[in-house]
């Protein structure tokens, strides 16, 4: 299926590794020139010349650090710089730590809101302007299963995510008649660093082994296996392609069957 994504320019957040890295690379092997960002300069290089080592499209990475306001500004700034444009917005960011309500500071809240929900609305403000006036913008939100389907130890991820696909489902709204699309992925469990990670820390405090842990997550899962990443890099190449001009406000879930909600 041609997407025509072939000359467009995507900015994709937190694309040194992962769920990102995958996205990235399915845009820049559908042809769009992609922006990648990541925290440490070195890795971010890296990663870069391995995509373009492999790729006839342009790939430009940036550093910066997501939960800062004036990083996320300089990375819109940098990109529009670089290209003129940016038609396709991945907002992505490494998830907030576990937790219980009754071990989180308010410090540990305001640092998480900063990541997970203010990134994503500075990295929108930053790119919106120019998609509305192109008459042509995709925006696609990495969220999680856990704004469907909230999950054990991970209030933070279950409460400020659910901000995301809300401050979404508005901006879908007030930008759809401007040729503007706004939806929301939602990874499951995914074979990934962060659920590596998150793994060994439920594993450490039960007292069992890592590979424990994903036994039962597997086994969770009707489909009887974690996802890979360029699974839900799939689904993303499709929603900022010009194929999903009439998919808004959606949010979609990639989780092998886990989450049981009808909707």
């Avoid at 700034?77 to 907002?91: Q, W």
């Avoid at 309500?101 to 990134?119: G, I, K, P």
Wanted: hydrophobic residues 50%; proline residues 4%; contains cysteine.
């Amino acid at each position: 299926m041609e997407l025509g994504l072939a000359g467009k320019v995507a900015l994709v957040a937190a694309s040194s590794r992962g769920l990102g890295r995958a996205t990235a690379q399915a845009l820049l092997d559908e042809g769009a020139d992609v922006i990648i960002n990541a925290r440490h300069a070195e890795e971010l290089t890296r990663v870069a010349e391995e995509m373009a080592a492999r790729s006839a499209a342009q790939v430009l990475p940036i550093v910066a650090d997501l939960s800062v306001a004036s990083d996320v500004e300089r990375l819109v700034r940098e990109a529009m710089g670089a290209f003129g444009r940016v038609d396709v917005l991945v907002t992505n960011a490494g998830g907030p730590p576990p937790g219980t309500v009754a071990d989180l500071t308010d410090e540990q809240w305001h640092s998480a809101c900063e990541l997970t929900l203010m990134s994503v609305v500075r990295l929108v403000a930053g790119v919106l302007p120019g998609m509305r006036e192109r008459g042509w913008g995709r925006i696609i939100n990495m969220t999680s299963i856990s704004v469907k389907q909230p999950l054990p130890d991970l209030v933070l991820s279950n409460a400020i995510r659910a901000g995301v696909v809300g401050y979404a489902k508005t901006l879908a709204t007030e930008v759809a008649a401007d040729g503007v699309t706004v939806n929301n992925v939602c990874p499951g469990y995914t074979l990934t660093d962060r659920v590596s990670a998150l793994a060994k820390a439920r594993a450490e405090a039960q007292g069992i082994a890592a590979s424990d842990v994903m036994a039962t997550w597997e086994a969770s899962i009707p489909a009887q296996r974690l996802g890979q990443p360029e699974e839900l890099a799939s689904l993303i190449a499709f929603l900022a392609s010009e194929r999903a001009a009439y998919v808004t406000g959606t949010t979609i879930q990639v989780d092998g069957g886990f989450v049981q909600s009808l909707l």
